[in-house]
């Protein structure tokens, strides 16, 4: 018979679990070979088309039905009769960085941003990782059938470090293809200690705006400022006093991060030119903080341009990450089963993160709860003297296989059997 979904017989389920589902040497070393090749193999955001062709192959041999969705995403549904419907979402594309870990699987791959630069291409943030701990699960969960009973969705997605793949996948139907979930799980792998599962209650990571700002002046030769306005001078002062939106705006109980990344301005010592560029990041958790944020952001440049004298500046937006939020419930409950699969030393609750995620786009849309995990990637052998070790969107990032991936797997399987799982005694069903 189905389990019901009592505390008791969930606590049932979640003993069961790590045996009922268990990676086998050759499997290990078939995930190993897998994850090699990824991290050997990647590509920019929204141009993942070997590595979305490798993944449909890998999903069509599960049985799995299998759709493109958003460009390069992948989706595939594993089905087993009635049941509870599940998501599980794995990022999968590359960043613009030179690997420099000296690996012997190391990334050489090169890529073309869409301005056409030619850049090398590097899994620096460890969504290699999540591609093949994600479908080393599948194909475990395909072939034990009689340890769960529902639908599974799986959904492999582009574009993550761009802002822009779920919000594609879910412009291109993907809840109207795919069975939509009552609950969506991902992961991420992070520079800690590996084996271990670190998650928030509530917001697990901030939104983050970026935008880019082009501010006018007036050209002029550099011996004669006074027929200028100088771009470079203003666009500095906007600089500084940007930085005192959070010290002197914002609630000191409450977070934000105003960032200027990049600043560009003129060609040559003896001109001042006609235009200054510099680009913005804000990081924030609540929705209040990040319109005040950008609000003020707004107000400052306009106004610092008009005391100058200057055009209005331009204000464009790079890209805008939404919240990632974790159902304080579902965590409850995901925690419990993590501590009994995983190990109750290796799990714990950890404050929210100011990184950015595009996961929660994926939920939102289905008014879904959903749970996003962090993933430790760093054995303690790895670890200097000073506790530091290379972070995301690291040349140097370079994640443990082991215990990483067998821990992502399990945490993986773990959480959607928390949801589907049958025990030992129940009766087989077959994927179709």
Known sequence: MRKQNSTEERQDVRATTPRQVELTDEQTVQMHDLYRHLHANPELSMQEHRTAALITDRLVSLGAETFSCGGTGVVGVLRNGEGPIVGFRADIDGLPIKEQTGLNYASRAMGRLPDGTEVPVMHGCGHDVHVAAALTAA???????????????????????????????????????????EIIYGQHV????AGT??????????????????????????SQPQEAIDPIVLAAH?????????????????????????????????????????????????QGVREAVLASIRRIIR???????????????????????????????????????????????????????????LASAIHAPAVYWMLGGHTAGTFAADGHVPGNHSPQFSPAMEPTLSTGVRAVITAILSRIGWDAECESKSVR
């Open 139 to 181: 194909s475990l969960l395909a072939k034990a059938t009689d340890t769960w009973a529902g639908t599974i969705v799986f959904i492999f997605q582009p574009g993550e470090e761009t802002a822009a793949g779920a919000q594609a996948m879910v412009d291109d139907g993907l809840w109207n293809k795919a069975p939509k979930p």
């Open 190 to 193: 992070m520079p800690t200690l």
């Open 197 to 222: 599962v670190g998650i928030s209650r509530g917001s697990a990571m901030a939104m983050a705006d970026s935008w880019k700002v082009t501010v006018q002046g007036r050209q002029a030769h550099g």
């Open 238 to 286: 906007m600089v500084v006093r940007l930085q005192t939106i959070v010290s002197r705006e914002i609630n000191p109980m409450q977070s934000a991060v105003v960032t200027i990344g990049t600043f560009h301005g003129g060609l040559k010592e003896n001109i001042i030119p006609g235009t200054a560029e510099f680009t913005v990041n804000v990081r924030s958790f609540e």
């Open 303 to 361: 106004a610092e341009a008009e005391a100058s004298d200057a055009p209005a500046p331009r204000i464009e937006e790079l890209y805008s990450f939404p919240s990632c939020y974790n159902d304080p419930a579902a965590t409850d409950q995901l925690m419990e089963h993590f501590r009994s699969a995983i190990g109750d030393e290796e799990v714990h609750e950890i404050p929210p993160m100011m990184g950015s995620e595009d996961f929660g786009t």
